[in-house]
Protein backbone atom coordinates (compact mmCIF):
# COMPACT_ATOMS: atom_id res chain seq x y z
CA UNK A 1 0.00 0.00 0.00
CA UNK A 2 1.54 3.69 -0.76
CA UNK A 3 2.28 6.30 2.09
CA UNK A 4 -0.15 9.04 2.07
CA UNK A 5 1.88 12.35 1.86
CA UNK A 6 0.57 14.78 3.72
CA UNK A 7 1.53 18.49 2.98
CA UNK A 8 1.73 20.99 6.14
CA UNK A 9 -0.71 23.32 6.10
CA UNK A 10 -1.50 26.26 8.02
CA UNK A 11 -4.35 25.86 10.83
CA UNK A 12 -4.33 29.07 13.08
CA UNK A 13 -2.84 32.37 13.19
CA UNK A 14 -1.06 32.57 16.58
CA UNK A 15 -1.54 35.75 18.71
CA UNK A 16 1.34 38.42 18.34
CA UNK A 17 2.59 37.56 21.85
CA UNK A 18 2.61 33.98 21.98
CA UNK A 19 5.56 31.70 22.48
CA UNK A 20 5.74 30.09 19.25
CA UNK A 21 7.11 26.43 19.57
CA UNK A 22 8.55 24.21 17.42
CA UNK A 23 8.00 20.22 18.64
CA UNK A 24 10.48 18.10 17.51
CA UNK A 25 10.64 14.50 17.05
CA UNK A 26 13.82 13.06 17.74
CA UNK A 27 15.88 10.76 15.20
CA UNK A 28 15.79 7.38 13.84
CA UNK A 29 17.23 4.85 16.78
CA UNK A 30 18.57 1.23 16.03
CA UNK A 31 15.65 -0.35 18.51
CA UNK A 32 12.07 0.06 16.48
CA UNK A 33 9.61 -1.30 19.21
CA UNK A 34 8.16 0.59 21.52
CA UNK A 35 11.93 1.98 22.85
CA UNK A 36 9.94 3.95 25.92
CA UNK A 37 12.47 5.55 28.35
CA UNK A 38 15.16 2.66 27.12
CA UNK A 39 17.87 5.24 26.63
CA UNK A 40 18.92 3.55 23.74
CA UNK A 41 21.22 6.56 21.34
CA UNK A 42 20.61 7.81 17.70
CA UNK A 43 21.88 5.59 15.06
CA UNK A 44 23.60 7.05 11.77
CA UNK A 45 20.06 8.23 10.33
CA UNK A 46 18.90 9.33 13.58
CA UNK A 47 21.95 11.91 13.18
CA UNK A 48 20.84 13.02 9.84
CA UNK A 49 17.20 13.01 11.46
CA UNK A 50 18.01 16.08 13.55
CA UNK A 51 20.57 17.85 10.95
CA UNK A 52 17.23 18.14 8.75
CA UNK A 53 15.19 19.23 11.70
CA UNK A 54 18.35 21.63 12.39
CA UNK A 55 18.68 22.83 8.85
CA UNK A 56 14.66 23.79 9.34
CA UNK A 57 14.84 25.89 12.19
CA UNK A 58 18.19 27.36 12.03
CA UNK A 59 16.73 31.17 11.13
CA UNK A 60 13.98 30.23 12.93
CA UNK A 61 15.15 33.27 15.65
CA UNK A 62 15.04 30.39 18.55
CA UNK A 63 15.96 31.67 21.95
CA UNK A 64 15.86 28.20 23.66
CA UNK A 65 16.44 24.56 23.18
CA UNK A 66 14.00 22.31 25.16
CA UNK A 67 14.04 18.43 25.35
CA UNK A 68 13.43 15.19 27.23
CA UNK A 69 16.09 13.70 29.19
CA UNK A 70 16.50 10.58 27.25
CA UNK A 71 20.19 10.03 25.09
CA UNK A 72 17.74 10.29 21.45
CA UNK A 73 16.22 13.43 22.55
CA UNK A 74 19.41 15.03 23.88
CA UNK A 75 21.74 14.68 20.63
CA UNK A 76 18.98 15.91 18.39
CA UNK A 77 18.30 18.83 20.74
CA UNK A 78 22.09 19.49 20.99
CA UNK A 79 22.16 19.35 17.46
CA UNK A 80 19.07 22.05 16.49
CA UNK A 81 20.82 24.26 19.27
CA UNK A 82 24.40 24.13 17.34
CA UNK A 83 22.64 25.02 14.37
CA UNK A 84 20.51 27.69 15.75
CA UNK A 85 23.17 29.26 18.00
CA UNK A 86 21.58 28.57 21.11
CA UNK A 87 24.35 28.12 23.80
CA UNK A 88 23.00 25.11 25.81
CA UNK A 89 19.44 22.71 26.06
CA UNK A 90 17.43 22.57 29.34
CA UNK A 91 16.34 19.43 30.24
CA UNK A 92 12.47 18.89 30.95
CA UNK A 93 11.34 15.61 32.73
CA UNK A 94 7.73 16.88 31.21
CA UNK A 95 9.04 15.88 27.75
CA UNK A 96 9.79 12.14 28.71
CA UNK A 97 8.60 9.76 26.47
CA UNK A 98 5.78 7.49 28.06
CA UNK A 99 6.02 4.81 30.29
CA UNK A 100 5.20 1.60 28.38
CA UNK A 101 5.74 -0.75 31.07
CA UNK A 102 5.11 -4.24 30.77
CA UNK A 103 5.50 -3.41 26.58
CA UNK A 104 8.57 -1.83 26.72
CA UNK A 105 11.01 -3.36 24.00
CA UNK A 106 8.37 -4.93 22.78
CA UNK A 107 6.86 -5.07 19.01
CA UNK A 108 3.18 -3.75 18.38
CA UNK A 109 2.42 -7.83 17.77
CA UNK A 110 3.86 -8.59 21.06
CA UNK A 111 2.44 -5.77 23.25
CA UNK A 112 -1.31 -6.98 21.62
CA UNK A 113 -0.89 -10.82 22.31
CA UNK A 114 0.73 -9.25 25.98
CA UNK A 115 -2.73 -8.12 26.66
CA UNK A 116 -5.27 -7.48 23.64
CA UNK A 117 -7.52 -5.40 25.72
CA UNK A 118 -5.31 -2.85 27.17
CA UNK A 119 -3.57 -2.78 23.85
CA UNK A 120 -7.20 -2.37 21.64
CA UNK A 121 -7.91 0.58 24.06
CA UNK A 122 -4.81 1.97 23.10
CA UNK A 123 -5.37 1.78 19.53
CA UNK A 124 -8.84 3.38 19.90
CA UNK A 125 -9.42 5.09 23.03
CA UNK A 126 -6.50 6.36 24.48
CA UNK A 127 -8.34 8.47 26.75
CA UNK A 128 -8.85 5.46 28.76
CA UNK A 129 -5.91 3.42 27.75
CA UNK A 130 -3.13 2.31 30.29
CA UNK A 131 -0.01 0.55 29.46
CA UNK A 132 0.36 -2.64 31.40
CA UNK A 133 2.58 -1.87 34.64
CA UNK A 134 2.85 1.53 33.09
CA UNK A 135 1.52 4.75 32.45
CA UNK A 136 -1.83 5.92 31.52
CA UNK A 137 -2.21 7.92 28.57
CA UNK A 138 -4.06 10.33 30.07
CA UNK A 139 -1.85 11.02 32.72
CA UNK A 140 1.40 11.39 29.90
CA UNK A 141 -0.81 13.63 27.95
CA UNK A 142 -1.55 15.78 31.26
CA UNK A 143 2.25 15.75 31.97
CA UNK A 144 3.26 17.27 28.24
CA UNK A 145 0.72 19.92 28.19
CA UNK A 146 2.07 21.24 32.04
CA UNK A 147 6.13 20.57 30.29
CA UNK A 148 4.84 23.14 27.22
CA UNK A 149 2.55 25.68 29.22
CA UNK A 150 5.38 26.38 31.58
CA UNK A 151 7.65 26.92 28.21
CA UNK A 152 4.85 29.42 27.07
CA UNK A 153 4.88 30.81 30.40
CA UNK A 154 9.42 31.25 29.99
CA UNK A 155 9.20 32.28 26.31
CA UNK A 156 6.36 35.07 26.26
CA UNK A 157 6.58 36.40 22.74
CA UNK A 158 9.63 34.36 21.89
CA UNK A 159 10.02 31.10 19.60
CA UNK A 160 11.71 27.86 21.07
CA UNK A 161 12.36 24.41 20.18
CA UNK A 162 11.37 21.21 22.20
CA UNK A 163 12.80 17.65 21.11
CA UNK A 164 10.25 14.62 22.25
CA UNK A 165 9.12 11.47 21.33
CA UNK A 166 6.13 10.65 18.48
CA UNK A 167 3.48 9.15 21.30
CA UNK A 168 4.06 12.53 23.06
CA UNK A 169 3.47 14.88 20.22
CA UNK A 170 0.43 13.13 19.42
CA UNK A 171 -0.78 13.65 22.57
CA UNK A 172 -0.56 16.82 22.55
CA UNK A 173 -2.43 16.99 18.94
CA UNK A 174 -4.94 14.97 20.05
CA UNK A 175 -5.34 17.58 23.18
CA UNK A 176 -5.48 20.39 20.43
CA UNK A 177 -7.59 18.97 17.77
CA UNK A 178 -10.02 17.26 20.33
CA UNK A 179 -9.27 13.79 18.74
CA UNK A 180 -9.81 10.52 20.81
CA UNK A 181 -10.25 7.70 18.51
CA UNK A 182 -7.80 5.55 16.47
CA UNK A 183 -6.70 9.17 14.14
CA UNK A 184 -4.87 9.94 17.21
CA UNK A 185 -2.33 7.49 15.89
CA UNK A 186 -1.53 9.68 13.52
CA UNK A 187 2.18 9.67 10.89
CA UNK A 188 4.88 11.66 12.36
CA UNK A 189 8.60 10.80 10.86
CA UNK A 190 11.43 10.83 12.35
CA UNK A 191 12.68 14.77 13.20
CA UNK A 192 9.45 15.83 11.85
CA UNK A 193 8.73 19.14 13.34
CA UNK A 194 5.00 20.45 14.75
CA UNK A 195 4.37 24.62 15.05
CA UNK A 196 2.40 25.67 17.81
CA UNK A 197 1.74 28.09 19.54
CA UNK A 198 1.13 29.11 23.63
CA UNK A 199 -0.30 31.95 25.33
CA UNK A 200 -1.11 31.86 28.65
CA UNK A 201 -3.09 28.15 29.36
CA UNK A 202 -3.87 27.89 25.49
CA UNK A 203 -2.16 25.67 23.27
CA UNK A 204 -3.10 26.00 19.48
CA UNK A 205 -1.80 24.14 16.28
CA UNK A 206 0.17 26.52 13.53
CA UNK A 207 1.80 24.24 11.19
CA UNK A 208 1.53 20.47 11.06
CA UNK A 209 4.08 18.75 9.23
CA UNK A 210 3.08 15.26 9.18
CA UNK A 211 3.88 12.65 5.93
CA UNK A 212 3.42 9.11 5.52
CA UNK A 213 6.04 7.13 7.46
CA UNK A 214 4.86 5.55 10.44
Not at 192 to 198: G, I, P, Q, S, Y
Amino acid sequence: MAERLLVPRPLQRPPADACQLYLVRHGTTALGCHRGRRDVPLDAQGYQDAYDAAERLAYAGLSAVYTGPLRRTITTAQIIAEMAGVPDVRILAGLNNLDYGAWEGLTAEEAALLDPQAYARYQSAPADAVCPMGEGLSDAQQRIIAALQLIGSRHTGEAVAAVTHAVMIRLVLMKVSHVEDESWRRSLRQGAVTELWLRNDAIGLALSSEDGNR
